[in-house]
């Protein structure tokens, strides 16, 4: 009997509170109780009722999604209709994350304890009425507080999560919860019908149709969706739901946070681009509203389409490697997008030379659709852990988590128009994405290598099935995770061992240090080589200056060699000597 099928895999996981770093959370405590297993509608669900309830959740989220979004179209209109400048138009269309962000906790909290068949349209029909009344606002001020109401379509996100994972085994829940985020597709429906709408009867026309449709969506979705096996379960024995306290227990995890970082990214910077990218394509490319909004549905749609992919992605090879390609594309595509338009002057032996750099608007569609590619498969992965590891906490931990993200959607537009009214440079906002971006695959790293150093002292028959973790899992192999590109012997005055195995590892380590301390140290020096020319292109500095000048990257190159000594092997770069050691 394999270990999946064994009494302990139908208990619910107990995990330790206090736990912190990844490892301690994947230790648990069984309960073996087969109610357990039979509330979180892992055995009463039947392919229909699966069905029935991610189809409806995912055409109810897209709506939502649609109204969430739609300042980012209309207010183009609002801005130019009331004078307003970056920072008031990305706080504009801001406000409506704000509260969509902000709900998710509670919603979240909300849905394991009342159902989301209840939830779901409650929350939509709120956020219509706002939207209805927005069409009848003609001041700022007013337009900010039925946006705060509007925003209530985006904490469905919350209420679907929630409803949904109850339908699915663990193991199917990736894919599951990877199509349900499909929904923020209505970000590019959005896009693609509001500007001709907004054409015809005017952006207040937008408003008082979008609402409607929200309205109507959760009419059929209360008419035709049924109780999630939790929560008929709970009815039926009686039992109360959980209170708000014990739901919201799981967040003192650290873990809980890295995970909302993560999707601070992923989430909230696709909802901040969603709404920039048309005000973004205008000012710099000149173009007409319809084509910028075209132009941006194909990163909502890249950004939305592919989560259900990513999903899959996920329950097959672990969400920890898909993580990784989403930060490490991310980072690339977002340091060609935040280059700026600039021209270069090489003062040659025969003249000036002059060239420049600059990303027209085609390629600029192909970057960010690429972009918005690997957004989406980091979004399903990021909820790919939460049922996981928190199975009895899936409205809270996602809802914090959602929370988290959505409220990148808030804070990122109005960083945007700060930024770009600082700088006055039209990239700026790729150039805050590449350094959020840089933070969160760090603090990921560190933390996974900090659970592969501790993986020595646990039991791995007490960890959750993980594919990135199948190596622990297979009883016929070491007991002791180890890392693939980590040296676990290393016996280099072993004639046997050298000649086998350590004269080809440190020769391999050996080539690649050496460019690599090359083009370290031409870095290092090619500063004070800049600094003597400075004065030749109008720099008014003193010769103690320029001394100074030139002397401060020997002084911090030197000072950080200190600091290196300790990072390496925390974070790794060493993998033992580098030459063979001189035996007497």
């Known amino acids: 009997m394999s270990r999946?099928?064994?009494?302990?895999?139908?208990?619910?996981?107990?995990?330790?509170?206090?736990a912190t770093t990844d490892l301690e959370q994947l230790q648990f405590r069984p309960k073996c109780q087969n109610r357990d297993r039979t509330m979180q509608g892992q055995e009463i669900a039947t392919s229909g009722e699966q069905n029935r309830a991610l189809g409806l959740s995912t055409f109810a989220f897209t709506i939502c999604f649609a109204v969430w979004t739609i300042f980012a179209i209309v207010g183009i209109e609002i801005k130019a209709e009331l004078g307003l400048t970056d920072t008031q138009f990305g706080l504009l269309v801001g406000t409506p994350i704000l509260t969509g962000s902000l709900s998710r906790l509670l919603l979240g909290v909300w849905t394991d304890q009342h159902g989301g068949r209840i939830v779901f349209p409650i929350t939509m029909l709120a956020s219509a009425a706002s939207t209805f009344l927005l069409s009848y606002t003609d001041s700022y001020l007013m337009m900010l507080l039925a946006a705060l109401g509007l925003g209530l379509a985006g904490g469905g996100f919350a209420v679907g999560v929630a409803y949904v994972a109850k339908f699915y085994p663990l193991e199917k829940q990736g894919s599951a919860l990877g199509f349900f985020g499909m929904g923020n597709v209505g970000a590019a429906v959005t896009k693609f019908l509001a500007p001709w709408v907004m054409v015809a009867i005017g952006w207040q026309g937008v408003a008082q149709v979008w609402a409607g449709a929200l309205a109507i969506v959760a009419v059929l979705f209360y008419l035709f969706a049924k109780d999630d096996p939790e929560f008929a379960a709970r009815k039926t024995s009686g039992v109360k739901a959980k209170g708000l306290l014990e739901q919201l227990e799981p967040l003192r995890n650290e873990q809980v946070w890295r995970f909302s970082l993560y999707y601070f990214f992923v989430f909230g910077a696709f909802v901040a681009l969603a709404l920039w990218l048309p005000n973004y394509m205008v000012g710099l490319y000149g173009i007409d509203v319809k084509l910028a909004g075209m132009l941006a549905a194909t990163f909502s749609l890249s950004a939305s389409v592919f989560r259900a992919y990513g999903g899959v992605l996920s329950d097959k090879y672990g969400a920890r490697k898909?993580?990784?390609?989403?930060?490490?594309?991310?980072?690339?595509?977002?340091?060609?997008?935040?280059?700026?338009?600039?021209?270069?002057?090489?003062?040659?032996?025969?003249?000036?030379?002059?060239?420049?750099?600059?990303?027209?608007?085609?390629?600029?569609?192909?970057?960010?659709?690429?972009?918005?590619?690997?957004?989406?498969?980091?979004?399903?992965?990021?909820?790919?852990?939460?049922?996981?590891?928190?199975?009895?906490?899936?409205?809270?931990?996602?809802?914090?988590?959602?929370?988290?993200?959505?409220?990148?959607?808030?804070?990122?537009?109005?960083?945007?128009?700060?930024?770009?009214?600082?700088?006055?440079?039209?990239?700026?906002?790729?150039?805050?994405?590449?350094?959020?971006?840089?933070?969160?695959?760090?603090?990921?790293?560190?933390?996974?290598?900090?659970?592969?150093?501790?993986?020595?002292?646990?039991?791995?028959?007490?960890?959750?099935?993980?594919?990135?973790?199948?190596?622990?899992?297979?009883?016929?192999?070491?007991?002791?995770?180890?890392?693939?590109?980590?040296?676990?012997?290393?016996?280099?005055?072993?004639?046997?061992?050298?000649?086998?195995?350590?004269?080809?590892?440190?020769?391999?380590?050996?080539?690649?240090?050496?460019?690599?301390?090359?083009?370290?140290?031409?870095?290092?020096?090619?500063?004070?080589?800049?600094?003597?020319?400075?004065?030749?292109?109008?720099?008014?500095?003193?010769?103690?200056?320029?001394?100074?000048?030139?002397?401060?990257?020997?002084?911090?190159?030197?000072?950080?060699?200190?600091?290196?000594s300790f990072v390496v092997p925390i974070f790794g770069g060493a993998c033992g000597p580098l030459c063979r050691p001189r035996r007497s």
């Open 4 to 18: 999946r099928d064994s009494p302990a895999s139908a208990c619910q996981f107990d995990f330790g509170q206090r």
């Open 322 to 564: 898909i993580m990784y390609a989403t930060f490490g594309v991310s980072l690339i595509c977002l340091f060609m997008l935040s280059y700026p338009a600039t021209d270069y002057v090489i003062h040659g032996i025969e003249g000036d030379i002059t060239f420049s750099t600059s990303m027209n608007l085609v390629p600029f569609v192909i970057t960010v659709f690429v972009l918005g590619f690997f957004m989406s498969l980091g979004k399903a992965a990021v909820y790919k852990h939460i049922p996981v590891y928190y199975p009895g906490h899936v409205g809270s931990v996602g809802g914090l988590v959602g929370l988290v993200g959505g409220l990148g959607g808030f804070i990122l537009p109005i960083v945007f128009g700060a930024v770009s009214d600082l700088t006055g440079i039209w990239t700026s906002c790729f150039m805050v994405l590449f350094a959020l971006v840089g933070v969160a695959l760090a603090w990921m790293h560190i933390a996974i290598r900090q659970m592969e150093q501790k993986a020595s002292g646990i039991d791995t028959r007490s960890l959750p099935e993980f594919p990135e973790m199948a190596e622990l899992h297979d009883e016929e192999k070491q007991a002791v995770a180890t890392p693939s590109k980590v040296l676990t012997e290393w016996k280099p005055e072993d004639p046997g061992f050298w000649e086998q195995t350590g004269e080809k590892i440190a020769r391999r380590n050996l080539y690649i240090s050496i460019p690599a301390l090359l083009l370290a140290f031409s870095v290092w020096m090619v500063w004070s080589m800049v600094v003597a020319k400075l004065p030749s292109i109008g720099f008014d500095y003193t010769t103690d200056q320029l001394f100074w000048l030139a002397a401060l990257p020997g002084l911090s190159g030197a000072t950080l060699r200190i600091f290196y």
